[in-house]
Nanobody
Framework: QAQFVESGGGLVQPGGSLRLSCAASGSIVSTYTMGWYRQAPGKQRELVAR???????NYPDSVKGRFTISRDNGKNTVYLQMNVLKPEDTAVYYC???????WGQGTQVTVSS
């Protein structure tokens, strides 16, 4: 059964950067359209980045130009590079294939001075 484990979260000051990792087991990330999602306290979960099997990416306006999704097929891992972080980026971040209904544990990102 496919599993996706998120890591790399932490506490960072506004304007800082973090890189999140999503390691896959039991499946091959290159064969899926993968998404990074986030859920802030009291808010609905939202998609913040998507990469399809051809490498095309999509971002909502709220993170466009600051976040970059990428994939290392050799490591079977998907990354989310987050730059110029803002307090409103504080959330638990998750990754999964866009078609999947299963969510992992996520990784907490806190942006605060």
């Amino acid at each position: 059964q496919a599993q996706f484990v998120e890591s790399g979260g932490g506490l960072v000051q506004p304007g800082g950067s973090l890189r999140l990792s999503c390691a896959a087991s039991g499946s091959i990330v290159s064969t899926y359209t993968m998404g990074w999602y986030r859920q802030a306290p009291g808010k609905q979960r939202e998609l913040v980045a998507r990469i399809d099997t051809g490498g095309s990416t999509n971002y909502p306006d709220s993170v466009k130009g600051r976040f970059t999704i990428s994939r290392d097929n050799g490591k079977n891992t998907v990354y989310l590079q987050m730059n110029v972080l803002k307090p409103e980026d504080t959330a638990v971040y998750y990754c999964k294939p866009v078609w999947s209904l299963n969510w992992g544990q996520g990784t907490q990102v806190t942006v605060s001075s």
